[in-house]
């Protein structure tokens, strides 16, 4: 069975910075994909980060700059470094990992950030 466990999360004031880790278990995820995900209330789920097996990393314009994804294949887990947070980062953060298609997903950790 595969899980996805996000930690990290937590409130912290507008400047500060967060990083959150997803630990990834149950299969092997060689070549797969890993992304990080947000909802705020009353708003869609939006791609924040994602990274390649291989080490290629995109973001969106909102953070790019200020979020940086890693990995360890070894552990299979996926990094989120956040700085310079803003109230507008404030969001409920999912890990997700897959090959075509993101295919599993984490349960969540809440960000919040106070302005």
């Known amino acids: 069975q595969v899980q996805l466990v996000e930690s990290g999360g937590g409130l912290v004031q507008a400047g500060g910075s967060l990083r959150l880790s997803c630990a990834a278990s149950g299969r092997t995820f060689s070549g797969y994909a890993m992304g990080w995900f947000r909802q705020a209330p009353g708003k869609e789920r939006e791609l924040v980060a994602q990274i390649t097996w291989s080490g290629r990393t995109s973001y969106p314009d909102s953070v790019k700059g200020r979020f940086t994804i890693s990995r360890d294949n070894a552990k299979n887990t996926v990094y989120l470094q956040m700085n310079g947070l803003k109230a507008e980062d404030t969001a409920v953060y999912y890990c997700?990992?897959?090959?075509?298609?993101?295919?599993?997903w984490g349960q969540g950790t809440q960000v919040t950030v106070s302005s």
């Open positions: 997700a990992v897959g090959a075509s298609s993101y295919d599993y």
